[in-house]
């Protein structure tokens, strides 16, 4: 599927909810490739200077879209998953944070392989280490996770 957004004149001819409702489209609709890219166009979106950041950043703030990516953070593909993870983590909204912790037990059981990117991401927007699924009975892949976080690697030179 090609991606609409391509295909759309500039965003300031667009209403913010005519921009969400294309990129939640692209998300619920899409195939992994083009998910990633409408995932990429919201950080971007959200992150690097333009005339209408602050107009996304408003209409993110409230927008349905946050339930779409708690969708994908279950996703069946490992690489929605990620960017997923990743999007939520660099949007930067800490009261959002809760989405990475619940999807936690779905990626310790399924996504062991996304899992210290979710803990790095979890800890960039609360600022803190939350150790309190390690008071769970012992699991190999808590275990091992919390070594890689304490001895740095989720992040060069530690956290």
Not at 45 to 73: C, M, N, Q, V
Not at 144 to 159: D, F, K, M, Q, S
Request: aromatic share 14%; net charge negative.
């Amino acid at each position: 599927m090609k991606i609409l957004l391509d295909e759309c004149v500039p965003i300031g001819d667009h209403s913010m909810e005519k921009v969400f409702a294309e990129i939640d489209f692209i998300l619920a609709e899409s195939e992994p490739e083009a998910v990633a890219h409408a995932l990429g166009f919201v950080r971007d979106a959200a992150l690097y200077p333009h005339a209408f950041r602050e107009a996304f950043h408003d209409h993110l703030r409230t927008s349905t879209i946050w339930d779409r990516f708690r969708t994908l953070l279950y996703a069946p593909n490992f690489y929605t998953r990620q960017n997923a993870i990743s999007t939520v983590g660099k949007l930067t909204y800490e009261d959002r944070a809760y989405l990475l912790s619940d999807a936690f037990p779905f990626c310790l059981e399924h996504d062991p392989i996304n899992l210290p990117g979710l803990l790095f991401e979890l800890h960039w927007l609360t600022h803190q280490w939350n150790w309190s699924f390690l008071q769970t009975p012992p699991h190999f892949r808590r275990r091992n996770h919390a070594v890689y976080a304490w001895e740095g690697r989720l992040h060069p030179g530690g956290l």
